[in-house]
């Protein structure tokens, strides 16, 4: 299995997530405080809807970010909070959207929002919830982080549709597929990464670095969720294995399987990817062919480059904070958990 | 019919918008030009479904009152051009949306969009556009117009959410159908208008005043548009009646019917609107029940005290440009057109 080689390293398997809580526990009761605030209104199915994905938890990685980098150099925690829940925000519609998009079934163990208030209302608060993350932005007064989230926005708009038209098609190239993750996933820790030294008016150079940080640790993350999507062992943490698959979504262990594949594989690829004509033991045989080409493990080492360019992009561990040290260790439990 | 009693006055009916169109082409050519290089991405499907509904034309009416309100008051014609072409991306993310919430099949005389493209594109590239529309008033750079139109947006969805809730509740009052049509249109119509005062660095009452305009413009249209749904000469013009009266909205005409309506009538609407269980003779039934009620007229009388408080905002007409007069004709043109 692709994870077990670095399992022997626990504590960057679960803690670094849980330090970075720990470190940043009041500003972060402040950025739930404002998330709470901001999702009213005199619609009652807005904070309803709102709250039931919200209050599902998620693991908050985007404004804890976004917290952290502003920490790092001292930036201005207030505006920080107001930041970081304007993330979230744009996260949070970005799901609801996404579930819509995708007719999800499930969200955080739970069952998806548009199942249980439909699509209509799902799509509308969604837009909602990005509307407030721009009025909390406007409420900040910074033209500069203004620009940051808009420009996120609309890449990660156009890596949603850019997935839409690569779903089914064994052409995606390795490349493309990089090109859609970056967009849809990576995009938005940069700029959730970025706005820390934009907070703490450090210079141009800082901002770019730590917008590198945040970028391949998004890389990174995706990576690893789209290999663990296929990792067995997460049957045994009540997750669904091989939703990507059913989709016929184009993620790296099918490009990597892809480039390997004799003619009768790319047969099997085409019935059940491109032509979506799925059997019930049709996940075990890709699983099995992932097995063959070790591209599971492939996919992992992919993704522990990217943990790799993520932090050469920070100030070095053995100078830095505790802060500092949970930021490194977050790439390595970004390529190295078991959910 | 409603709107015979005012048909003598055929220039208003047609000629506000074509003059307004004529005053400001210039500059609506600079707009086009604006809204078709931001519609553009490396992903096709987002020019080809954006262009699809944009090319299909609309009346740009929105963009049309941010040129006309910043000229007015001599404002900076070239930060006008950028955020009439942000409004009309908002009002066209708006569009995308609410097809894929209404189930729509047509649009502008056009296919939706969602069924050309599927409800996943749509959504999304309403996503982008509205991003889009962010990143122009970030280019533009004015927090104050950022704040209109991040305000705007939020309260919007808002609208949209509520009239989801008011679908099929025959306790709907004229109250909450006002706000309802306030929010998901006029308050777009209001912001459009405010930002010309704001480029023209004009005071915050003229600002204000401006901002009146556009919002008692936009709920007269929408009554009126609401009334003319009902209107069986819409057939004439290749348009469908009664699309509201199948989807169950309360509207001011069923609004003010159920009102004035008797048990059985009341049975009537209980059993269209609320259950939606129609027959094929029920919208004749339910115009019968406006006939008897004058209910169309009474609606048209609404649009029309609203879009008398809208001129009322204006400078007088006598005093005025052209384009002043023009506004004040288009409040006359909202609620004395055929379509």
Redesign the interface.
């Known amino acids: 299995m692709a994870t077990q080689a670095v399992q022997q390293d626990t504590d960057t398997r679960t803690a670094p997530l849980d330090r970075l809580s720990d470190l940043l526990g009041d500003d972060m009761l402040k950025v739930n405080e404002l998330i709470i605030g901001n999702m009213q209104?005199?619609?009652?199915?807005?904070p309803q809807l709102a709250g039931y994905l919200i209050a599902s938890g998620g693991k908050r990685i985007r404004p804890l970010l976004t917290l952290a980098c502003a920490q790092l150099f001292d930036g201005n925690m207030n505006r920080a909070h107001g930041l970081a829940a304007s993330v979230e925000f744009i996260h949070t519609a970005?799901l609801l959207?996404d579930d819509?998009?995708d007719g999800s079934a499930e969200r955080r163990g739970k069952q998806a929002a548009n199942l249980v208030f439909?699509?209509?209302?799902t799509?509308?608060?969604g837009?909602?919830l990005?509307?407030?993350a721009?009025?909390l932005?406007?409420a900040d007064?910074s033209?500069e982080t203004?620009?940051i989230l808009?420009?996120a926005?609309?890449i990660?708009?156009?890596g949603?549709?850019?997935q839409?038209?690569t779903a089914g098609n064994l052409k995606t190239t390795m490349d493309e597929y990089l090109q859609v993750i970056s967009a849809k996933t990576a995009v938005l820790f940069a700029a959730a990464c970025e706005i820390g030294p934009v907070v703490a008016e450090q210079d141009t150079t800082t901002q770019q670095a730590l917008h590198n940080y945040g970028l391949n640790l998004g890389i990174a993350f995706q990576i690893a969720d789209d290999v663990l999507d296929y990792n067995a062992d997460q049957e045994t943490l009540g997750k669904t294995v091989g939703d990507d698959f059913r989709e016929g979504k184009m993620t790296a262990p099918i490009i990597l399987a892809l480039e390997k594949a004799d003619e009768e594989e790319r047969a099997f690829w085409q019935r059940t990817i491109s032509d979506k004509e799925q059997t019930e033991d049709d996940l075990t045989q890709a699983q099995a062919l992932f097995e063959k080409y070790d591209t599971l493990n492939a996919g992992m080492k992919m993704a522990r480059d990217y943990a790799d360019k993520a932090t050469a992009s920070l100030p070095p561990k053995e100078k830095g904070s505790a802060l500092c040290t949970a930021l490194h260790d977050l790439a390595a439990f970004a390529v190295n958990r078991a959910y």
């Open positions: 209104s005199d619609v009652p199915m807005i970005t959207h819509v998009v439909g699509n209509q209302a799509v509308l608060v837009d909602f990005f509307s407030r721009f009025q932005m406007v007064g033209l203004l620009r808009s420009d926005s609309a990660i708009a156009e949603e549709v850019m839409l038209t």
